[in-house]
């Protein structure tokens, strides 16, 4: 999986390539789904949402250029394998998921793995988690309409945001980096996420604004 699909694509960062080889992306999947887990593409985990395809993974891991020391916020645990691989690259993982039953399953397997420095909980993530700001690191893994100001306030100095921003169908995948308090913004690539629901991103049920 490393080789055929990250690598031929470009990922570089040998720490992200070797958290990927390390961390059991089957334990993150329904039994019923194993034999596919390590497959070039996204899978349902229940609740109408899904796992990002690992190249996806890997690209917005690469962004957030991690060495180590750092605390990074993640939006959207899902099945917690981002959360994972996070936790092996960094000091702390800060999750927020919205549905329980997700964050749920996403706790015994980091239990299960013993990753000890993932803290979860559950909230609209759109307003961050303010009181454990700021960080050095936040990705959002799923698409809203716009970049949640909470985030942007929530970003250290020198940090990196990672969120794919666009309509239901398509967004692009952002990259925003705060230096001495401005904002640049850079493309990554065009992506195809599940929506973002919350008070900074699609208002309501079913992602309808
Ligand atoms: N990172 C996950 C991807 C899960 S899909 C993984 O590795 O499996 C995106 C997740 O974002 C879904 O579980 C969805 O419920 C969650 N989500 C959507 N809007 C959210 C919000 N405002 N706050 C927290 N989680 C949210």
Given at each position: ?209
């Amino acid at each position: 999986m490393v080789e055929e699909q990250l690598v031929s694509r470009g990922i570089r960062d040998q720490r992200v390539l070797d958290a990927i080889g390390t961390v059991p992306r089957h334990l993150f999947v329904e039994d019923a789904m194993q034999a596919s887990a390590y497959g070039d593409f996204p899978l349902p985990i229940g609740s109408g949402q899904t796992i990002s395809q690992p190249y996806i993974v890997a690209l917005m891991t690469e962004a957030l250029q991690l060495k180590g020391g750092e605390r990074v916020l993640e939006i959207g645990t899902g099945s917690g394998y981002q959360a994972a691989i996070l936790s092996r690259l960094c000091e702390r993982v800060y999750t927020v998921e919205r549905i329980d039953s997700l964050l749920g399953r996403a706790r015994k397997v980091f239990d299960k793995l013993r990753y000890h420095n993932i803290v979860s909980r559950i909230d609209d993530g759109t307003v961050g988690w303010a009181d454990q700001a700021p960080f050095d690191a936040i990705v959002v893994t799923a698409g809203g309409p716009v970049v949640p100001q909470p985030l942007i306030d929530q970003l250290a100095d020198y940090g990196r945001l990672v969120i794919p921003v666009g309509d239901h169908d398509v967004q692009e995948l952002q990259l925003l980096t705060k230096e001495e308090g401005e904002i640049t913004v850079q493309l990554i690539e065009h992506v195809r996420f599940v929506d973002l629901i919350g008070a900074h991103g699609w208002q309501g049920f079913n992602g309808r604004s």
